[in-house]
């Protein structure tokens, strides 16, 4: 897969960075503050398949922060808790959430590029990382688990290939099964799944994963119907 992105290089003291962040923004997709236990990421397909991209992208450059800014996206009915911006980066980069205030004012005047996803890569990471769980998920080494933190309106998601890639799977999941609910015709929201790896030693934090068309509902029609087809009633020949 081919994303659009705009790339910045801002520094924060005597340490610089790679920061991408996608183009354009992703306005139909809202994250909300896991802090405390419990978070809740909604967004159309189109949000839902460039996440599930961008973790594919942060999955295979680990010198690169990923900022997916959400904070101002279009509000949603059922998205409780505080609205937050993503950030996705390495364990093994040493970035730091206090510095990132400094970093993000730096990201002005970005320069406009592409990069690239292999989605099968990503998937035989994302199952490496499913059998290494199935077998030993109380004693995972702390590069298999993602380390979040919350820190100025902005949640951090530190990990490493597999555990990126894994994510990346079930947002993919997310962006096509989403859609084929009943329920999301109707304009509801459709939890479809959840970031299923322990996100931290000794507590357990979820990042639930939910599809929602984005209004006005006409417009949207479920796969495997014609968009153009008006649906019967009980008058109908």
Wanted: a positive charge; hydrophobic letters at 35%.
């Amino acid at each position: 897969m081919r994303l659009r992105v705009d790339e910045f290089r801002p520094s924060a003291g005597r340490y610089a960075f790679r920061v991408v962040r996608p183009r354009p923004a992703l306005r139909h997709t809202t994250l909300s503050d896991p802090l405390r236990g419990w978070g809740y990421l909604v967004g159309d397909h189109d949000g839902l398949a460039r996440l599930a991209a961008l973790f594919s992208f942060a999955a295979y450059s680990p010198h690169t922060v990923v900022h997916v800014p959400l904070r101002d996206s279009v509000p949603r009915t059922y998205a409780p808790g505080t609205p937050v911006d993503l950030v996705l980066a390495h364990q093994s980069l040493g970035l730091r959430p206090s510095s990132w205030p400094s970093l993000r004012r730096g990201l002005t005047c970005g320069t406009p590029g592409t990069v690239r996803t292999d989605e099968q890569r990503t998937a035989d990471h994302a199952a490496a990382w499913q059998a290494r769980w199935e077998q030993r998920w109380e004693r995972l080494d702390p590069v298999d688990r993602i380390r979040p933190a919350v820190h100025a309106r902005t949640l951090f998601l530190f990990g490493a290939r597999d555990t990126f890639a894994s994510s990346s799977v079930q947002l993919e999941a997310a962006a096509g099964f989403g859609p084929r609910h009943k329920r999301a015709a109707e304009g509801h929201d459709v939890l479809v799944t959840s970031l299923h790896m322990p996100l931290s030693r000794g507590r357990h934090t979820e990042l639930d994963i939910g599809f929602q068309a984005y209004p006005p509902y006409a417009h949207f029609s479920r796969p495997g119907r014609s968009a153009s087809r008006r649906s019967r009633t009980a008058a109908s020949p």
